[in-house]
């Protein structure tokens, strides 16, 4: 970890018996860069997590990675990429699979990258599975750990890209190992006991270096926007009979309602969006209908505070205050978005009803914690010095320093959300 330091003298000139006295006060801010870190990436697992956060399945890159993980306190000096080839006996049967990602393997190799190499067998039923990857990927950590810990390797932590279950050993065995292991991943990693950072969906489109403009929070405005004016909008059918599925202009994707009829796969139809359902995923999909509902199947409300990463307080058009689910960034004090009436789960932003945004709530960055409050939370600074609150329910300490996202401005200074335990 590296750490510059601005020091700020005065001098006071004090005679005494003819001795100039002179003190001396330092006022120093530290701005720390990065920790060095190696990355391992777990490409099928961040692949959906991509798809659950900006809708678009993708594999994560080299550079996407490395870029990404900078935001979050991490230089990543080594990408470790783990992925699977078909394996000889169902190479012809994987043939299209296997060339995906012998492509993808090229790839990774050409930017720097290094491949944990898995096999894809084909089970008797069809089903196509990727074996050995997880154990590739725990090898990796548990010899990373003993590298850092007996000082053979400038990496002093491990960030694992990977909400997988079956890595925790190889991290619990880093933990026990007191070498600094971060898991990180759009859900769920902050209620397991290991050290974590919550990426947003944002970082995903980093991470995969998809094409610009492709957010998970641009795509739930739009879909917000739509099912708010339920007017009639141009969709193409892509599949057919159960399995069909509707594709809109702007990325969003929607399944029909029950009882339409479709065209033909690559026909344009016209619909209303009328509900929207919560797959497991994070992204919400349209219901689409041939008519408008003859009710809404939504309230508004007026965000009123960010109250945890995935949570928001919000105010209902009753005047009711509630608290609804909402991924990290995406929203700020002052904006309207639309909750789900059937889940009381928040859609999305409506951009036309919002306020004026004085910050970015999906720039993640590093505080530093100058002091813990009496009543929870912290004083911190960011890199700039600039001073703020930071909100966490977890137990940090003065110097600590900690992922955060922005989540408001007040008057005395910007409010943080902690997104990771304490970093290095």
Same mark, same amino acid.
């Given at each position: 970890?590296r750490v510059t +330091?601005n020091?700020?003298c005065?001098f006071?000139?004090?005679?005494s018996?003819g001795?100039t006295?002179c003190?001396v006060?330092v006022?120093?801010r530290?701005?720390?860069l990065s920790v ?5 990436v777990? /490409?099928?697992n961040v692949f959906h997590? &991509?798809?659950d956060a900006?809708?678009? %399945?993708?594999?994560?890159?080299v550079?996407g990675?490395?870029?990404? #993980?900078?935001r +979050?306190?991490f ?5 470790h990429v783990?992925?699977?080839l078909?394996?000889?006996k169902d190479?012809?049967a @994987? ?8 492509a993808y393997r090229a790839r990774v190799l &050409? $930017?720097?990258g290094?491949? =944990?190499l ?11 599975e990727?074996? #050995?990857?997880d154990?590739a990927?725990?090898?990796?950590i ?7 810990a007996f000082k053979?390797?400038?990496?002093e932590?491990i960030?694992? @890209?990977?909400?997988?279950?079956d ?9 026990g190992?007191?070498?600094p292991?971060f ?6 990693v902050?209620?397991?006991p290991?050290?974590?950072?919550? @990426?947003?969906p944002?970082a +995903?489109?980093?991470i995969?270096?998809s ?11 739009s879909?917000a926007?739509m099912?708010?004016a339920?007017?009639?909008e141009?969709?193409t059918?892509?599949g057919a009979?159960?399995?069909?599925? =509707?594709v809109?202009r /702007?990325?969003?994707r929607?399944?029909p309602?029950?009882?339409v009829?479709?065209?033909?796969s ?6 209303h ?6 797959p ?8 689409? $209908?041939e008519?408008?509902p003859?009710l809404p ?5 007026v965000v009123?505070?960010?109250a945890?990463p #995935?949570a ?9 205050n509630?608290?609804v689910?909402?991924p990290q960034?995406?929203?700020v004090?002052?904006?309207?978005v ?5 889940t009381g789960?928040?859609?999305g932003r409506?951009?036309? @009803?919002?306020?004026t ?8 960055l590093?505080? %530093?914690v100058?002091s ?5 939370g &912290? =004083?911190a600074?960011d890199? /700039?010095g600039r %001073?703020?609150?930071l909100?966490?329910n977890q137990?940090?300490a003065a110097?600590?320093?900690?992922a955060?996202v922005?989540?408001d401005?007040?008057s005395r200074g910007?409010?943080?959300?902690a997104i ?5």
């Amino acid at each position: 970890m590296r750490v510059t +330091y601005n020091a700020r003298c005065h001098f006071v000139d004090r005679s005494s018996a003819g001795c100039t006295l002179c003190w001396v006060i330092v006022d120093w801010r530290a701005s720390t860069l990065s920790v060095v870190a190696a990355a391992i990436v777990d /490409s099928r697992n961040v692949f959906h997590q &991509a798809g659950d956060a900006i809708g678009l %399945r993708a594999t994560p890159t080299v550079p996407g990675v490395r870029a990404a #993980m900078a935001r +979050y306190g991490f230089d990543v000096a080594e990408v470790h990429v783990g992925l699977a080839l078909a394996r000889a006996k169902d190479r012809q049967a @994987l043939a299209r699979q296997h060339a995906n990602n012998e492509a993808y393997r090229a790839r990774v190799l &050409a $930017d720097g990258g290094h491949v =944990l190499l898995g096999e894809l067998h084909q089970k008797s039923g069809g089903a196509v599975e990727e074996k #050995m990857v997880d154990c590739a990927c725990c090898v990796r950590i548990t010899r990373f750990v003993d590298e850092i810990a007996f000082k053979r390797s400038n990496v002093e932590a491990i960030i694992v @890209l990977s909400k997988d279950i079956d890595l925790q050993p190889a991290v619990d065995y880093a933990v026990g190992s007191a070498v600094p292991i971060f898991v990180g991943a759009l859900d769920v990693v902050q209620h397991r006991p290991h050290p974590y950072v919550l @990426l947003g969906p944002h970082a +995903y489109a980093e991470i995969t270096q998809s094409a610009q403009g492709v957010s998970g929070h641009s795509l739930r405005e739009s879909l917000a926007s739509m099912l708010h004016a339920g007017s009639a909008e141009p969709w193409t059918v892509r599949g057919a009979g159960a399995s069909a599925t =509707l594709v809109h202009r /702007s990325g969003l994707r929607a399944r029909p309602a029950s009882g339409v009829v479709l065209p033909a796969s690559g026909r344009s139809v016209s619909l209303h969006p009328v509900d929207v359902e919560f797959p497991p995923s994070t992204l919400p999909v349209l219901i689409c $209908d041939e008519a408008p509902p003859s009710l809404p199947t939504w309230d508004t409300a007026v965000v009123i505070q960010r109250a945890a990463p #995935m949570a928001l307080k919000v105010k209902l058009a009753g005047g009711a205050n509630g608290r609804v689910h909402f991924p990290q960034g995406g929203v700020v004090p002052g904006d309207t978005v639309l909750v789900h009436r059937a889940t009381g789960r928040a859609v999305g932003r409506l951009p036309l @009803l919002s306020a004026t945004r004085l910050f970015d709530p999906d720039e993640p960055l590093v505080v %530093r914690v100058i002091s813990k409050l009496p009543r929870g939370g &912290a =004083l911190a600074a960011d890199s /700039s010095g600039r %001073r703020g609150l930071l909100n966490t329910n977890q137990p940090v300490a003065a110097g600590q320093r900690v992922a955060a996202v922005q989540v408001d401005l007040k008057s005395r200074g910007p409010v943080w959300v902690a997104i990771s335990t304490p970093l290095p």
